[in-house]
């Protein structure tokens, strides 16, 4: 399969504190991006990496890219219950017009 | 707030009917996208357009068929619906330089 992987696959964690989701894929990429997608609904754009970038942010989001290891991780910094959603990575291979979607994280936020 | 929108949000229907999942973009977006998403789950590309009058098939194979006559308008329909068809279905849109896509609300489909 082209598409990546994430983990974990479900995180649960205390309103005020850090989450962490990774992603892998498999191939050389253009660019990566993050998506959010709350129960039931359609996926929402969050940030986009680009291959020569290593790390940026977008207020409480900080997303790293580290290509040689073929890997990204999410940052979420001080979570809110809002928050509370599944997280999919998409990795833009260049192959066509096809972007690849991770497995995706489900983020739980407790007040 | 992306100008994307799906319709029916919700179907449920009998085995053997003949179906459209209706998508429509105000942002006059070239590419379209229909992914088929079960729960919990990853997304699958099942077809895509460049533009009108212009479709492919995606990653998953699909019974599915998918017409590009307008630019907003982007149709996918199923024939003969049956059970395995039951998913959600998820239509996108980007533009030119495809580095974001504008997701509809999604249409969760149950065949019974």
């Known amino acids: 399969s082209q598409q990546g992987e994430e983990d974990p696959q479900a995180l649960s964690i205390q309103e005020g504190e850090n989450a962490t989701m990774n992603c892998s894929y498999k191939?050389?990429?253009?660019?990566l991006q993050w998506y959010r997608q709350n129960s039931g609904r359609g996926l929402v754009h969050l940030i986009l990496?680009?291959?020569?970038?290593r790390e940026k942010h977008s207020g409480r989001l900080r997303v790293t890219l580290d290509t040689s290891k073929k890997s990204s991780s999410l940052l979420i910094t001080a979570s809110r219950a809002a928050d509370t959603a599944s997280y999919f990575c998409?990795?833009?291979?260049?192959?066509?017009?096809?972007?690849?979607f991770g497995t995706g994280t489900s983020l739980t936020v407790i007040p | 707030e992306a100008d994307i929108y799906q319709t029916p949000r919700y179907l449920v229907i009998g085995t053997g009917k003949k179906i459209t999942l209706e998508c429509s973009q105000t942002?006059?977006?070239?590419?379209m996208y229909w992914y088929q998403q079960d729960p919990g789950m990853e997304l699958h590309l099942i077809h895509y357009?460049?533009?009108?009058?212009?479709?492919e098939k995606g990653d998953l194979s699909s019974e599915s068929t998918v017409s590009r006559i307008r630019t907003e308008h982007f149709p996918l329909t199923l024939e003969s619906a049956r059970p395995s068809h039951t998913s959600q279905y998820l239509c996108?849109?980007?533009?030119?330089?495809?580095?974001?896509?504008?997701f509809g609300p999604g249409t969760r489909l149950l065949v019974l």
């Open positions: 996108a849109s980007s533009d030119l330089d495809r580095e974001t896509q504008y």
């Open positions: 191939t050389s990429i253009n660019n």
């Open positions: 990496i680009r291959s020569n970038e």
């Open positions: 998409a990795t833009d291979q260049g192959t066509g017009n096809q972007f690849y």
């Open positions: 942002m006059g977006h070239d590419k």
């Open positions: 357009s460049y533009g009108v009058n212009s479709t």
